[in-house]
């Protein structure tokens, strides 16, 4: 979803659709093929979408600050294995260059937020914990659990709204797996090589082996500036 004015601006960009497009596949065929990883979630909250949302407030929207060319891009819900393709669709079509992307996510599929992440880092978006208000240019605190920091870690400037949450816990396979041990291996490895990529500190993966599944551990806001899941003080 678009929320401009009523009037399109006219699209003076020269952007080639189809290389943008191209660039955004080698991004994601970068990621390693994790397709087990169809991580179960945490609790969904009753007013959560069953799959990710997206809504985008374009630069001109009313009450927008004048000058201000980044576009306000809302992800809301469990990470789905066809929110990469949603999302990417979306910044093609507008020629999104200049994002904050909001995130309000339980978690889901582990892959598809390490498919996120490389989009963002990709365009040189920034990423921000907060949901969407009544005022579309408005955002307020939102949580960010599971699968969902990785795709925070996407960002180039990371932050959260006063009051947010950020939390991790041990990867759970939907279907269950012969070997437990073995699995939590491979997501160990491909963990760490995401946060090593991203910048940020690849103890996140040891904290996250050390939580059971069933168990939500928030970071506090030193923590997450000190791992570097965060870069800017709320």
């Not at 004015?5 to 189809?18: E, G, S, Y």
């Not at 491979?186 to 996250?208: C, D, N, P």
């Amino acid at each position: 979803t678009t929320l401009k004015p009523c009037a399109r601006r006219p699209d003076n960009t020269a952007d080639n659709t189809a290389e943008a497009a191209q660039r955004q596949r080698r991004a994601i065929l970068r990621l390693p093929l994790l397709i087990l990883l169809g991580l179960v979630t945490a609790p969904v909250a009753a007013d959560m979408p069953a799959t990710l949302q997206v809504v985008a407030i374009a630069p001109e929207y009313p009450g927008r600050l004048p000058g201000d060319k980044r576009w306000l891009v809302y992800l809301d819900g469990p990470l789905d294995p066809g929110a990469t393709s949603r999302l990417v669709s979306l910044i093609l079509t507008e020629h999104i260059t200049h994002a904050v992307v909001y995130l309000r996510s339980p978690g889901g599929s582990l892959v598809t937020a390490m498919q996120l992440g490389r989009v963002l880092r990709e365009r040189a978006f920034d990423t921000r914990v907060g949901t969407r208000t009544t005022d579309a240019t408005r955002a307020t605190a939102g949580t960010c659990h599971s699968a969902c920091p990785f795709l925070l870690a996407g960002g180039v400037r990371r932050s959260l709204e006063h009051g947010s949450a950020v939390g991790l816990h041990r990867a759970e396979n939907r279907v269950p797996v012969g070997d437990e041990d073995a699995f939590q291996h491979v997501v160990g490895t491909h963990v760490v090589e995401y946060l090593a990529e991203m910048g940020v500190r690849t103890e996140i993966a040891s904290l996250m082996q050390a939580i059971p599944h069933e168990r939500i551990r928030d970071l506090t806001v030193d923590e997450a500036l000190q791992l570097n899941l965060v870069n800017e003080r709320p």
